[in-house]
């Protein structure tokens, strides 16, 4: 759901991305023998077993699903600053209308070569409001840090983590629904219809952008990742992995004999070792 774009979280198909965690996680604990849980989930009986699990698991999915929007609700509207004008709910409504929230505001508009760039999704991820703080999506994160990979496979990049399609996707349909809560002046439920669409649209968009640029499409995800994560960017603000190495001063090293003390021991030496006396305020 976070991380897996096979189903839509904001969709209809609540039932398969339970039923799919279910048997994803019996293969993972090892209940995957003959007559074991993750068999009798795909091959038992479906009335006195696979459907109450699973129904189990989907309304507890839908439970906590609200918290995508209401946690980040605050943190969305000051992005936009919607709540220091009166005309904040006609502001709104355009950005939901015209779809315009994903993208940064220049003095001439919306920067249409930049999706997903505005500060808002970075923003709504990062740590102190939903995947990498203290709430219960971010401690499944945790559990499944092996996703964040790199779309690059050779060279430094290869190590630079990016955020997975899915949860940019995600955060977007969030970002939509609370955008639309302040338009209307009203709390729809979440999520909404419309939102399977918002969710699919925004996987389409990143999925065009790693075919048409993958070396945009992997500067954005990294940034991303950095940014909401709170990490390094290493393409832009840090040394490579090969600046690193070859900060040594190798051919040096190569001359030095070994004999004599290293200076942190020098350093070291003349460090008093008396005991220090404390003095009395007078």
């Known amino acids: 759901m976070i991380t ?31 007559g074991d849980v993750a068999d009798r989930l795909e091959n038992g009986d479906d009335t006195q077993y696979i459907k109450p699990l699973t129904n189990y698991v989907s309304h507890r999915i839908g439970q906590e699903r609200k918290d995508l929007k209401t946690l980040a609700s605050a943190t969305v509207l ?16 355009a950005l939901v209308l015209q779809r315009n929230y994903i993208y940064p505001e220049t003095k001439n508009g919306y920067d249409y ?53 899915a949860m940019v996707a995600l955060a977007t349909a969030a970002i939509h629904a609370i955008l639309q809560d302040f338009a209307k002046g009203t709390k729809e439920d979440f999520p909404t219809k419309e939102l399977d669409g918002v969710w699919n649209t925004a996987l389409h968009i990143l999925g065009n952008l790693k075919n048409v640029n993958p070396n ?32 040594v ?12 003390d290293l200076p942190i021991m020098n350093a070291t030496q003349s460090v008093s070792t008396q005991a220090i006396t404390p003095t009395t305020k007078s």
């Open 113 to 165: 070569q930049r999706p997903f760039e505005h500060p808002v999704v970075f923003q709504y991820i990062k740590v102190q409001v939903m995947f990498f703080g203290t709430t219960l999506y971010s401690g499944v994160v945790n559990d499944i840090k092996n996703t964040f990979t790199s779309s690059v496979g050779a060279g430094d990049k290869a190590n630079e983590l990016e955020l997975p399609k």
């Open 249 to 260: 001063d190798w051919s040096a090293l190569a001359k030095d004999d070994g004999s004599g």
């Open 78 to 93: 000051a992005a936009y600053g919607l709540n220091e004008f009166a005309t904040g709910q006609q502001d709104a409504s």
């Open 216 to 247: 945009r499409y992997h500067r954005l995800m990294h940034d991303l990742y950095s940014r909401s994560a709170g990490g390094l960017a290493l393409a832009t603000h840090g040394l490579s992995n090969q600046q690193i190495f070859d900060t």
């Open 4 to 34: 897996d774009d096979t189903y839509s979280p904001v969709g209809p198909q609540l039932k398969s991305i339970a039923f799919a965690a279910l048997v994803a996680t019996a293969e993972e604990l090892g209940y995957d023998g003959k």
